[in-house]
């Protein structure tokens, strides 16, 4: 590889090119390959700069955000928005797929080469486990945009995406199973755990993997699997190493900003320049916020010309993979689910208490308290739709729950994606299939 892009972090947490011709190239050409610890932290940091920005397009496809039609790029995004995978024009934006696959490039060489090269030391083992962690993030996301969602009885059946774990860039691979594929992240996540060091990540290097985030990471598969005993057990593991929340009341940055006191990760920018720019907030959306109680609903949006727009995006300041509310979310879902319904109140409650003014959780908590389980299943789930708008968790929240009808209107006529659709399952790129007859 001849160049590779450097994640480096300043005052905030910033993309930059940085040449790095001395690396990943063959010896008898007069370079060299990476061999310390100093070397095999660039090729990481590489990995983590080349980790696609694929959430931002999910948003177009949820019912968050409908597109500003008066904008030149609108032509650009219009066909996600219109859930057509196949057959597309040449200049719709497409799901990444290349990017995934040299970010595990990268991540495949530490592993396999850094492992026997690196001396050993506890930043070798940091580096290691972050490969590991990393690895098995890109391929639950990957899995997760272009595989059915997981379901136990058909996940060996499923098809999901390839496995790549070696370092040839030209190795035709085969699409590998669901449950492959998660098989894959466990015993990754497994490698990463056993070898991790950092607990958690300072500010402005919290795009990296900690023991923290990993406890996280193992809560949010655990929530897509169904395993309700694993997620409030890895949400309670995560929250016992860090479990602040951010008062709205008083917080100055919302709760998605990478220096929030929730941040536990902050690598994906699930709201790039493009949803800020393009998106505007659905009615649906906005009609789901007490807007003089809710003070989410002033720290994350903002009328122009009677319409919302999104204010908590925008810009790499409000990168988020992991961040503690969405732990005490998992937890009460998964307390839900063992039927433990006053308990799960309680642990969502505690997020609540920290979102509404003091009148406005008062009467919340009354209403919350006088629910039962199907209501509370319910409300729980347009919690999430409020507390994570625009964050990357609605499209992947409704793939793995109701799967429910949406209609956007777009240059004056409806599309509608219908409850169950097959669309919900995202096509590989027609780039990806020209290249590959094996998909």
């Known amino acids: 590889m001849k160049k590779i892009t450097l994640f480096i972090a300043l005052a905030v947490i910033s993309l930059t090119s940085v040449s790095c011709d001395r690396f990943l190239d063959i010896q008898p050409e007069g370079k060299v390959i990476p061999v310390t610890v100093e070397d095999y932290r660039k090729v990481l940091t590489s990995a983590y700069s080349k980790y696609p920005t694929h959430k931002s397009l999910t948003a177009f496809r949820t019912d968050e955000v409908y597109l500003n039609e008066n904008l030149t790029e609108f032509n650009v995004y219009r066909e996600l928005a219109m859930w057509k995978d196949s057959n597309y024009d040449s200049g719709t934006a497409e799901y990444p797929w290349v990017n995934f696959y040299m970010t595990a490039f990268y991540l495949n060489q530490i592993i ?41 009885a058909t996940a060996a059946s499923d098809r999901g995406v390839p496995i790549n774990l070696e370092t040839d860039l030209e190795e035709v691979l085969k699409p590998s199973s669901v449950l492959e594929v998660y098989n894959q992240v466990h015993a990754d996540v497994k490698k990463a755990e056993e070898l991790m060091v950092q607990e958690q990540q300072v500010s402005g290097v919290n795009y990296r993997f900690s023991k923290v985030a990993i406890k996280a990471f193992q809560a949010r598969i655990a929530l897509y699997q169904g395993d309700w005993d694993a997620a409030r057990t890895y949400s309670d593991q995560a929250l016992a190493i860090k479990s602040t929340l951010s008062n709205l009341n008083t917080a100055n940055v919302a709760p998605n900003h990478y220096t929030s006191v929730e941040s536990i990760m902050a690598l994906d920018n699930p709201a790039d320049m493009n949803v800020q720019n393009l998106g505007i907030i659905s009615p649906e959306l906005i009609s789901k916020y007490d807007n003089t109680s809710d003070k989410r609903f002033v720290m994350y949006f903002e009328k122009k010309n009677n319409l919302y727009k999104l204010i908590k995006g925008g810009s790499t300041n409000f990168r988020v993979s992991f961040r503690t509310a969405e732990l005490y979310f998992i937890k009460s879902e998964a307390l839900l689910k063992l039927n433990r319904l006053d308990e799960a109140k309680e642990t969502l409650l505690t997020v609540l208490k ?17 629910m039962n389980a199907a209501d509370f299943t319910n409300y729980i789930m347009d919690e999430r739709f409020r507390e994570f708008a625009l ?3 609605r499209w992947f929240d409704l793939r793995r729950t109701s799967q429910k009808k949406i209609v956007h209107t777009i240059s004056g006529k409806e599309y509608i994606l219908q409850q169950n659709d097959p669309r919900y399952t995202i096509e590989y790129p027609m780039s990806a299939k020209k290249n590959n007859p094996n998909l």
């Open 112 to 152: 396999n080469e850094g492992s026997k090269t690196m001396s050993n030391s506890p930043e070798k083992q940091q580096i290691l486990a972050e490969a590991y962690a990393l690895r098995a993030y890109l391929y639950f996301d990957m899995v997760n945009l272009y595989g059915k969602h997981f379901n136990s």
């Open 391 to 393: 964050e990357g968790h």
């Open 354 to 370: 920290n979102r509404y003014t003091a009148n406005g959780y008062t009467s919340v908590q009354s209403q919350v308290n006088a």
